[in-house]
């Protein structure tokens, strides 16, 4: 059957797909260009406008890559800031294709990275923002690929097995693989848990068995950890601060089931309803296929444990809205989705049509509520139906598209009172995310600090010390009670001004309150139980 359908074909299944990532690719350029920053992405701007070795939350990878693209094209923008992940993402749908072909078949891998280009956590988030999913996803199934070359070699005898174990070709196999495991290290620390799955697929197999007990494996992890060294030196210089801080995050506050749900279904949402059902499904193929089908029981072994632990600890830790922290997981169940997607097709009839039509209704129904979704964020034309309804069944008091928006008026205002002169005024603001976004609208001409319990990455890219004696200027997401709490020891006198507004389309969104704030004579108390300057 795959061979007659790949003679009859005007397009083979590797050029449908550089076809698909031209297309992708020049939408999620102009998307690019012409959308704001969100509150993550202008929070790791700033963390690309101050080069580290490592960072506070994160693996460098990301922003080391932004920021050698904002300096290639001589260009502090969204554009050149996302650059970066827009080009990684053409190169995951690619591996994403190769990674189901060799699983699979040709058609199976292109079908995989359509419906991988329909989810909106991938197409939209990792495919456009500036964020550490970006090298992570390319990395990891470049890893995964690597992994299952080896895992599929398979021998006529165990003198022809022990003869290649020892061969040279063999330990280059796993020096690649500690390379690509390094990178996807150096991109998010999720890359424990791709090594974990391999070994995992690895100890269930009697045929891969022998892995566990050879060198190679333990070659690739001396490798992953030189190749990510700069997250570890980082952290030694800083008391761990990174670990320690991803470490707590799953601590343990009491049962909450409704964090759970919550958990559930914002990963349904995040991936969409459509798709993120028959993921699920190919959990259930998979493990019913069992460990005899390799390639369905390493798709498997590799996605069931950032799934089911993201998923699980939220019964005890609040993660939030981190719905995008099981995505590693349900990338690795695309390609075999790809592959029933194939099938489906291949039987003809009321299968072929049916399938098809939800490839064009999924591709009509993603494309035309990001459109509408970037009309609305740019114009709020939709206030009174759309997302800021949605949000408040969550818990979210503002519209969310708001967090894409750029407080462009800001910049103005801070031009108009002469507090540009950094030889006298620095910014506070009592949000790591307030920080970010006002980084990005001043063009990062001004140092901020959070006076927040949980600044992130900003304590670190600036000297408290050597403020002192300057005056401040307080943008607060809270009210003026707040403010002095915070604040008020810190200075002599702390004055409120005019709230700044946030208008979008004539119609104030958001408001924030302005303080000035003279003389700072000591410095506010940190977090986290840190030395930073």
Same mark, same amino acid.
């Given at each position: 059957?795959?061979?007659?359908?790949?003679?009859?074909?005007?397009?083979?299944?590797?050029?449908?797909v550089?076809?698909?990532?031209?297309?992708?690719?020049?939408?999620?350029?102009?998307?690019?260009?012409?959308t704001g920053?969100?509150?993550?992405?202008?929070?790791y701007?700033?963390?690309?406008?101050h080069?580290?070795?490592?960072?506070?939350?994160?693996? /460098?990878?990301?922003?080391?890559?932004?920021?050698?693209?904002?300096?290639?094209?001589n260009s502090?923008?969204?554009?050149?800031?996302?650059?970066?992940?827009?080009? *990684?993402?053409?190169?995951?749908?690619?591996?994403?294709?190769?990674?189901g072909?060799?699983?699979?078949s040709?058609?199976?891998?292109?079908?995989?990275?359509v419906?991988?280009?329909?989810?909106?956590?991938?197409t %939209?988030?990792?495919?456009?923002?500036l964020?550490?999913?970006?090298p992570?996803?390319?990395?990891?199934?470049?890893?995964a690929?690597?992994?299952y070359d080896?895992?599929?070699?398979r021998?006529?005898?165990i003198?022809?097995?022990?003869?290649?174990?020892?061969?040279?070709?063999? %330990?280059?196999?796993?020096?690649?693989?500690?390379?690509?495991l390094?990178?996807t290290?150096l991109?998010?620390?999720?890359a424990?848990?791709?090594?974990?799955?391999?070994?995992l697929?690895?100890?269930?197999?009697?045929?891969?068995?022998?892995w566990?007990?050879?060198?190679?494996?333990?070659?690739?992890?001396l490798?992953n950890?030189?190749?990510a060294?700069?997250?570890?030196?980082w952290n030694?210089?800083?008391?761990?601060?990174s670990?320690l801080?991803?470490?707590h995050?799953?601590a343990?506050?009491?049962?909450?089931l409704?964090?759970?749900?919550?958990?559930?279904g914002g990963?349904m949402l995040?991936?969409?309803p459509?798709?993120?059902?028959?993921?699920?499904?190919?959990?259930?193929?998979?493990?019913?296929?069992g460990?005899?089908d390799?390639?369905?029981?390493?798709?498997?072994?590799?996605?069931?444990l /950032?799934?089911?632990?993201?998923?699980?600890v939220?019964?005890?830790?609040?993660?939030g809205f !981190?719905?995008h922290?099981?995505a /590693?997981?349900?990338l690795?169940?695309?390609?075999?989705?790809?592959?029933?997607? !194939?099938a489906?097709?291949?039987?003809g009839?009321?299968?072929?049509k049916?399938?098809?039509?939800?490839v064009? +209704?999924?591709?009509?129904?993603?494309f035309?509520s990001?459109v509408?979704?970037?009309?609305?964020a740019a114009?709020?034309?939709w206030?009174?139906?759309?997302?800021?309804?949605?949000?408040? *069944?969550?818990?979210?008091?503002?519209?969310?598209?708001?967090?894409? %928006?750029?407080?462009?008026?800001?910049?103005?205002l801070?031009?108009?009172?002469?507090?540009?002169?950094?030889?006298?005024y620095?910014?506070?603001?009592?949000r790591w995310?307030?920080?970010?976004?006002v980084?990005?609208a001043?063009?990062?001409?001004?140092?901020?600090?959070?006076?927040?319990?949980?600044?992130?990455?900003?304590? %670190?890219?600036?000297?408290?010390?050597?403020? +002192?004696?300057?005056?401040?200027?307080?943008?607060?997401?809270?009210g003026?009670?707040?403010?002095m709490s915070?604040?008020?020891?810190?200075?002599?006198?702390?004055?409120?001004?005019?709230?700044?507004?946030?208008v979008r389309?004539?119609?104030?969104?958001?408001?924030f309150?302005?303080?000035?704030?003279?003389?700072?004579?000591?410095?506010?108390n940190?977090?986290y139980? *840190?030395?930073?300057?």
């Open positions: 059957m795959e061979k007659q359908e790949l003679k009859t074909n005007k397009m083979s299944a590797g050029r449908a550089l076809l698909l990532i031209i297309v992708t690719l020049a939408i999620r350029l102009v998307i690019a260009a012409v920053l969100g509150f993550g992405e202008s929070y701007a700033m963390g690309v406008a080069p580290q070795l490592s960072y506070f939350d994160q693996p /460098p990878l990301s922003f080391w890559l932004g920021w050698a693209s904002v300096e290639t094209l502090y923008s969204a554009f050149a800031l996302r650059l970066p992940t827009i080009l *990684l993402f053409a190169g995951t749908t690619w591996m994403m294709y190769r990674l072909k060799r699983l699979f040709e058609w199976a891998g292109f079908w995989a990275a419906i991988l280009n329909l989810s909106a956590v991938f %939209y988030s990792v495919g456009i923002w964020q550490p999913d970006a992570l996803m390319f990395f990891w199934l470049a890893s690929i690597c992994f080896v895992f599929s070699i021998f006529n005898s003198e022809e097995r022990n003869r290649y174990r020892s061969s040279w070709d063999c %330990y280059l196999r796993w020096i690649v693989i500690g390379v690509m390094g990178l290290t991109s998010k620390y999720h424990a848990f791709l090594f974990a799955g391999a070994g697929y690895a100890l269930t197999r009697k045929e891969d068995r022998h566990v007990f050879h060198p190679g494996p333990y070659l690739a992890l490798i950890f030189l190749v060294a700069p997250v570890f030196i030694y210089n800083h008391d761990w601060a670990f801080f991803q470490s995050r799953a343990n506050t009491g049962l909450h409704d964090w759970f749900v919550r958990s559930i990963q995040w991936v969409l459509w798709i993120w059902v028959p993921l699920i499904w190919q959990l259930y193929t998979c493990s019913k296929a460990r005899k390799s390639a369905r029981w390493f798709c498997l072994m590799t996605a069931v /950032p799934i089911v632990f993201f998923t699980v939220t019964l005890w830790a609040n993660l !981190h719905f922290w099981q /590693p997981g349900y690795m169940l695309f390609p075999p989705l790809g592959a029933a997607f !194939h489906f097709i291949s039987r009839g009321t299968y072929r049916w399938s098809l039509r939800w064009w +209704l999924s591709v009509i129904v993603t035309f990001c509408v979704i970037q009309i609305h114009t709020g034309f206030s009174a139906y759309g997302p800021k309804w949605f949000g408040q *069944l969550f818990g979210e008091k503002n519209d969310p598209t708001m967090e894409g %928006y750029d407080y462009t008026g800001l910049l103005p801070f031009e108009k009172e002469g507090w540009l002169d950094t030889s006298k620095f910014v506070i603001t009592d995310w307030l920080a970010g976004k980084d990005w001043l063009k990062g001409k001004m140092p901020i600090v959070p006076f927040d319990s949980d600044p992130r990455n900003v304590v %670190y890219f600036y000297d408290q010390g050597s403020f +002192l004696g300057k005056d401040a200027i307080f943008i607060a997401a809270e003026e009670k707040g403010v915070r604040a008020g020891s810190c200075f002599d006198k702390i004055t409120k001004l005019d709230n700044f507004k946030v389309a004539g119609v104030v969104e958001l408001e309150g302005v303080y000035y704030c003279q003389n700072y004579k000591h410095k506010y940190l977090p139980g *840190l030395n930073i300057k």
